[in-house]
């Protein structure tokens, strides 16, 4: 069974990088079968795509977080990335790791991880 | 960016009875939809994809149906394990984009 697992800084500075990596288990981040995306909720708030690659194809990423977001991947380790560069208040939220299908639904999913952006 | 419109915002049911939770995409999506039930301090489940297929486990209660720019979620005999924020989310084109959330109560 696929299992996706967030970890990293559970605070981050205002103006500083907000730097997540999701484990993977029972699958593999090399398949270009699936994309690996990433997911935010701020509180109190819906759900937020942030953006989903699929090894050694294309990234895509929302509009509105592109010129701040890089997504990036280890096969070596199994993990992929997220980095949030300059972030604020406003970047506060849970993020989740997920798993889809080319035109397809987020069918797997972490647990989710609280980032808190703050001094 | 296709733009995705949930309706209610919230909806408030008696066990037992049905809800039906609507989804409208600004453009036609096929039937590029998925549902997903959110909880508080969970990941949100995947309950339905392809618009109307119901995801591995999820009970025969849930059931999905529309194509193009018009969806439906329906949850017959509510159970009090139902409560929870409900989303659609459209894979039909980049960016994916969710609803904003219908919010269902256990009355």
């Known amino acids: 069974q696929l299992q996706l697992q967030e970890s990293g800084p559970g605070l981050v500075k205002p103006s500083e990088t907000l730097s997540l990596t999701c484990t993977v288990s029972?699958?593999?981040?090399?398949?270009?079968?699936?994309?690996w995306g990433w997911i935010r909720q701020p509180p109190g708030r819906g759900l937020e795509w942030i953006g989903s690659f699929t090894y050694g194809g294309s990234s895509f990423y929302s509009p509105s977080l592109k010129s701040r977001v890089t997504i990036s991947v280890d096969t070596s380790k199994n993990q992929f990335s997220l980095k949030v560069t300059s972030v604020t208040a406003a970047d506060t939220a849970v993020y989740y790791c997920?798993?889809?299908?080319?035109?397809?639904?987020?069918?797997?999913w972490g647990q989710g991880a609280l980032v808190t952006v703050s001094s | 960016e296709i733009v995705m419109t949930q309706s209610p915002a919230t909806l408030s049911v008696s066990p037992g009875e049905g809800a039906t939770l609507s989804c409208r995409a600004s453009h036609s999506i096929n039937r590029n939809l998925g549902w997903y039930q959110k909880k508080p301090g969970q990941a949100p489940r995947l309950l339905i994809y392809?618009?109307?297929t119901r995801a591995t486990g999820i009970p025969a209660r849930f059931s999905g149906s529309g194509s193009g720019t018009e969806f439906t979620l329906t949850i017959s005999s509510l159970q009090s394990e139902d409560s929870a924020v409900y989303y659609c989310q459209q894979c039909n084109d980049w960016p994916l984009t969710f609803g904003g959330g219908t919010k269902v109560e256990i009355k």
């Open positions: 997920a798993r889809h299908p080319p035109w397809g639904s987020l069918e797997f």
């Open positions: 392809d618009a109307s």
């Open positions: 029972g699958g593999s981040t090399s398949s270009s079968s699936h994309y």
